[in-house]
C-alpha cells in the first residue's frame, strides 16, 4: 500500500502525528534514523502520566502502539533529499529509496549548538542543562549557574531563582540597569569574569573555570543553545524561516502548512518548546493534514 502521507521523524511531533492519521485510516510511512533530540538525558520530566520515563522509553512504548495500526511503515533510515509540489511529494533516502505520497510531513527537529567552551558538550544532558522546567527540580536546590549566551539571557536569570541559587555568568555581554535591578530583587548574582573552561568529575556538580583563575563549584549549568535546523530538507524545500530568540523555526499556519504545497512541519521545528508542547504540535499537523486530505478527495473530479 503506497502511503497517503510521509512524516520525515519519529520522535513526539512525528509519532503524536502518525497516530493521528493512522486512526483516520490513512496510510502513512514514517522515516527516522533514531536520533531524537533529548538521547542525551536519562529522564524526561513535565509529561503528565509519565513523569521521569525516560525519553528511550517514552518512544519505544508510542512506536509500539503506533505501528499496532496495520496502516502504517516504519522506516529505519536517513532522508537526505525531498522535494514536493502541486501533484504530491518525493523523499529520498540515503541508501537510494525513493518515496512518494500526497503530503509530507517535517518533524525532523533542531540540533542544539552549545557555546564553544571545553567540557561544556561532554556534560550536556546531565551537569549541563538547557530547559528548568525540564531538568530544575531534580537538580534540587543549591547553587546553579546561568551562562549568558544572547541577549535575551540577562532578562530570563530571575526565572531559575526558584530552582536554586543562581549566578549569572554574563560572558562578556551588557546587562543593563533594569536587568541588574530584577537579578537584585530575585537574589541572583551577577558574575561579570568569563567562564572560560567546564571541569570536574562528579555526575552532581561541576565546577566553573573563570578567566581570572577562580573555580566556582555548580549543582548544574543552564546554557542558552541556540538551534538549527536538524536536516537540510527544510532549505531544500525551500520553507519560509522565521527568526526565534534562539534561532531560525519553520513558518507554518495553523493547520502546519508551510509555504511550500503539501509540506507540513511540526515539534521543535517550529516551536521553543518540550516533549508535550511537541506531541501537541503533531497532533495539529495530524489533523490538518486529515483535512487536506479529505478537501482534495472531495473536488470534483
Given at each position: 500500500?503506497?502511503p ?25 510511512t514514517?522515516i ?6 533529548n538521547r542525551?538525558?536519562?529522564?524526561s520530566?513535565?509529561?503528565?502520566g509519565?513523569d521521569?520515563?525516560?525519553?528511550v ?17 516504519w522506516?529505519?533510515g536517513e ?20 518515496l512518494a505520497a500526497?503530503k ?11 557555546p ?18 525540564c ?5 534540587g ?5 546561568l ?7 540577562a ?24 536587568e ?16 572560560v ?16 583563575g ?20 527544510v532549505?531544500?524545500?525551500?520553507c ?14 495553523a ?18 518548546g ?22 482534495e ?5
Amino acid at each position: 500500500m503506497n502511503p497517503e502521507v510521509l512524516i520525515v521523524g519519529g520522535s513526539y511531533a512525528g509519532i503524536a502525528a502518525g497516530l493521528i492519521l493512522a486512526r483516520a485510516r490513512r496510510p502513512v510511512t514514517l522515516i527516522d534514523s533514531g536520533l531524537p533530540r533529548n538521547r542525551m538525558a536519562s529522564h524526561s520530566h513535565g509529561v503528565p502520566g509519565q513523569d521521569g520515563v525516560s525519553g528511550v522509553e517514552l518512544l519505544k512504548t508510542a512506536r509500539q502502539q503506533l505501528l499496532d495500526y496495520p496502516g502504517v511503515r516504519w522506516l529505519h533510515g536517513e532522508a537526505v533529499h525531498a522535494q514536493a509540489g502541486a501533484e504530491g511529494v518525493q523523499v529520498q533516502t540515503a541508501d537510494g529509496q525513493v518515496l512518494a505520497a500526497r503530503k509530507l510531513l517535517l518533524a525532523t527537529g533542531v540540533t542544539d549548538e552549545l557555546p564553544a567552551l571545553p567540557g561544556l558538550a561532554e556534560r550536556w544532558g546531565s551537569t549541563v542543562l538547557h530547559c528548568p522546567y525540564c531538568h530544575g527540580y531534580e537538580v534540587g536546590g543549591g547553587a546553579i549557574g546561568l551562562l549568558g549566551g544572547h541577549p535575551l539571557s540577562a532578562s530570563k536569570a530571575p526565572l531559575f531563582a526558584d530552582w536554586g541559587t543562581v549566578t549569572f555568568f554574563s560572558q562578556g555581554l551588557p546587562v543593563s540597569d533594569a536587568e541588574h535591578a530584577a537579578m537584585q530583587q530575585r537574589g541572583v548574582q551577577l558574575e561579570s569574569t568569563p567562564v572560560v573552561a567546564v571541569q570536574g568529575e562528579q555526575t552532581a556538580w561541576l565546577e566553573l573555570l573563570l578567566a581570572d583563575g577562580r573555580r566556582v563549584a555548580q549543582r548544574a549549568l543552564f546554557v542558552p543553545a541556540m538551534q538549527r535546523m536538524a536536516t537540510p530538507l527544510v532549505q531544500q524545500l525551500g520553507c519560509t524561516l522565521v527568526d526565534s530568540p534562539l534561532g531560525v523555526l519553520v513558518e507554518v499556519d495553523a493547520a502546519r502548512q508551510t509555504s511550500v504545497p503539501n509540506v507540513h512541519a511540526a515539534g521543535d521545528a517550529t516551536t521553543v518548546g518540550n516533549i508535550t508542547l511537541a506531541m501537541a504540535e503533531g497532533v495539529r499537523a495530524g489533523i490538518g493534514m486529515h483535512h487536506a486530505l479529505v478537501a482534495e478527495d472531495s473536488r470534483p473530479g
